[in-house]
């Protein structure tokens, strides 16, 4: 129970000292590198049960569910064949970049597929699981993906609103 502590602690205290350096994503940054590096440390490492890990995802999900207000429903509608484009240009990337890792021999064709997938890493490192795949290395995957939109999507942000204010873009 111990190391359950310690890596929380870890994480809290990651996620404040990210939040106190103006991180992007500093919560959420902060707090994975926090805990990922306490993991690290701790002999074997330490894993949630099943049952915690399932409370943790719902967490999440209501928490990101509370952000909807009634402006979702019609800019939800507008969109969403963009968001259905995006998605299938996304899957097309997915599976070149899968066919490159496994033809390299960097790892497996469905490891790659999970590891380099749209979707989120606890989702995608559960379902590597079940289908037999290296849930580990797709965590990393969607980890490295993740801590780079972390930081690049805030920071391109600010630079094309700086140009479109001062270029009139």
Excluded: W
């Amino acid at each position: 129970m111990e190391r359950y502590f310690l890596v929380i602690a870890a994480g809290i205290a990651g996620g404040f000292i990210a939040l106190r350096f103006s991180i992007p994503g500093g919560a959420v940054v902060g707090s994975m590198l926090g805990a990922g590096i306490m993991s690290l440390l701790l002999p074997n490492g330490v894993t949630l049960s099943p049952n915690a890990a399932v409370g943790v995802q719902i967490l999440l999900g209501i928490s990101l569910g509370m952000t909807f207000d009634r402006t979702f429903l019609s800019l939800g509608a507008r969109v969403l064949p963009l968001a259905i484009i995006s998605t299938l240009i996304l899957l097309a990337v997915t599976i070149c970049m899968a066919l490159l890792a496994s033809r390299l021999g960097l790892m497996d064709f469905g490891t790659a597929l999970f590891g380099f997938s749209p979707g989120g890493m606890s989702g995608m490192s559960i379902l590597a699981k079940t289908e037999g795949h290296n849930p580990p290395v797709v965590a990393f995957l969607h980890m490295v993906r993740i801590f780079t939109l972390f930081i690049m999507v805030p920071l391109l942000a600010r630079l094309f609103l700086y140009l479109k204010s001062h270029l009139s873009l």
